[in-house]
């Protein structure tokens, strides 16, 4: 009889996987043309060799994070717990970006926290300081960190937070990602070649996202940058929820099916006017509404 195992899938990339089933690293497809696996499911594997293997059935999910355009979804991982955004002093991040990621994490009830990395560059420390003022006054934590300088101060103000989480780390290229990376994971490197090697990717690139086990049971997923973070899946109800700036005035509108576009007595419209909701934040609001129409499948 072929032996039936479970694992957790630490790396994805097109429709080859790498699954970590008791603690070796298995290569694994999955039936058909199937590719709704995401770094981070547990799976039910059937072994066809000893490193290889065919997935049978993803185990249900407490979280999944994923991005969107108008014609597909694309899976980012499963079961994370929370989102640590990466932004840097330089080069400047787009605040749409890190608007969208707060947006799909709070669908998906995932934690956010921001991290801004190289705080040594100073020359443009107030203006992204600033910036960010607007994520915390809605609640997200902002941490300051330099991967480069401090790094020992970097991983006693991060490393904490990850105990008992597993954490996605997202960020636009050049933020410092794989330096934080780099000191919160010892080895990273080591390992990461390993997957490439065992994923057989052809080439040995570091663009998929990678899962790994911290001591404790806790994990960390690294992600490929992006430029674009569709959101093309979630509906208009989901939406309103999904801003948590909006939170407060919710169910405050005149009309109960507001869409909080050009309704009079809109009670967003009016935060929005009066200084509590950044008008940034409304403007993706809308944007997204549009997105959310378009979806073809
Ligand atoms: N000044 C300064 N530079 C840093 C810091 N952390 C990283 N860098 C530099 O920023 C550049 C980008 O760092 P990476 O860690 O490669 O950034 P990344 O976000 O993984 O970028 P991609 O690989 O393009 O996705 C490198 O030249 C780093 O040396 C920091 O704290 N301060
Ligand atoms: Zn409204």
Redesign the pocket.
Known sequence: MKQQKTGIVIAAHGRHYLADVDGSHVQCVTRGKKTNVAVGDIVDVTFTSPDQAVIDKIQERRTLLYRSDQYKSKLLAANVTQLFIVVATEPSFSDDLVSRATVAAEAAGIAVRLVL??V??TANLEQARTRLKVYAAMGYPVHEV????RPDDTVAELAPLLDGQSTILI?Q???????LINLLVPDADIATREISAKLDTGKHTTTFTRLYHLSGGASVIDSP?FQEFGLYHLSEGMLERAFRDFAPYLGGCKYYNCRHLAEPQCAILDAVGAGKIAPMRHELYGQLLHESAQTLY
């Open positions: 990395n190289k040594d560059v330099s991967a480069k300088e960020g290229s050049g933020m410092g990602k794989s330096s940058g």
